[in-house]
């Protein structure tokens, strides 16, 4: 009687992981449509992004064509990462069914005895920076990771080059 159960329960855990497959297809199809706009300058300037993040247009108001450069420049970023965050949200509304649907799963420490949920060890993200590329955050974070200082300084070798006494 236990073995009918467990197959039951194993043949539902198909179903669900098929019937969630087709859900998956359908979100793939649905997130490659994805655009947001994110704007600046009281929508004077606007960037527009693909599912990718991928910036697909960029439209500036004419009357903006006496602002400086840098000021402009520092409007199409605000305008970009307005975007990115709203693509952030639009994708995360998008996959709320599927993430719902696999929180309603078991998981495999729930089916198999004594297995440790491996869950609990997935480290969150850390959301990526959006300071510029010179910026002091970027500075404190782009230090290199290992300095050698013992190295042993060779003579004239050409790379790639093999000389009889290296045998």
């Known amino acids: 009687m236990a073995n009918e159960s467990a197959k039951a329960e194993l043949a539902s855990m198909i179903d669900e992981f098929q019937q969630q497959m087709r859900v998956l297809g359908d979100m793939q199809q649905k997130r490659a449509q994805l655009m947001a706009t994110g704007y600046a300058l009281q ?11 991928t910036v697909i247009e960029t439209r500036l108001d004419p009357e903006l ?3 400086p450069l840098l000021e ?11 975007a ?5 949200r639009k994708s995360s509304e998008l ?3 599927i993430q719902e649907r696999r929180g309603r799963m078991p998981k ?6 004594g297995m440790p949920d491996l869950t609990e060890r997935i480290p969150e993200p850390i959301p990526a920076s959006t300071a510029p590329p010179n910026s002091p955050e970027r500075q404190e974070n782009n230090q290199p990771l290992m300095t050698f200082t013992d ?12 000389r009889a006494d290296d045998w």
């Open 43 to 53: 929508k004077r300037v606007t960037v527009v992004v693909n599912a990718d993040g």
């Open 65 to 67: 064509e006496d602002l």
């Open 72 to 82: 402009l420049g520092k409007a199409i970023t605000e305008a970009a990462q307005a």
């Open 84 to 88: 990115a965050t709203e693509l952030a």
């Open 95 to 97: 996959l709320n069914p």
């Open 108 to 113: 495999m420490s729930d089916l198999i005895e």
């Open 151 to 162: 190295v042993e300084e060779l003579d004239d070798i050409t790379p790639g080059r093999i």
